[in-house]
């Protein structure tokens, strides 16, 4: 399944329920607001320990494992999976 997550850091909340939900074939999209989660790396290791592939739209990471991509990548990366789920606040 294919993660938009677009919610703010501060939105410790919504993550919980993210991780709830993510397995290990799944790929997670920062955009958006959701773009804030790069500059805390201790706060995407919980997403990088399942196993689940980082991706930045629009934003640039320090991260070696996130992955910054177009949205034309996005649109190859939403072909991939037959379902997706959107994380706004």
């Not at 997550?5 to 997670?28: H, K």
């Not at 919980?46 to 640039?60: E, N, Q, V």
């Not at 320090?62 to 994380?87: C, K, M, T």
Request: proline share 6%; hydrophobic share 50%; glycine share 4%.
């Amino acid at each position: 399944m294919l993660h938009l997550l677009a919610f703010p850091a501060a939105r410790t909340d919504l993550l919980a329920l993210m991780l709830q939900c993510l397995a290990e074939a799944d790929e997670v999209v920062l955009l958006d607001e959701g773009l804030q989660w790069l500059a805390d790396e201790r706060a995407l290791q919980p997403i990088r320990a399942k196993g689940t592939r980082l991706h930045a739209l629009g934003g640039p990471s320090e991260h070696l494992w996130v992955a910054e991509i177009d949205y034309q990548e996005l649109i190859a990366i939403s072909e991939r999976h037959p379902a997706s789920s959107s994380w706004y606040p």
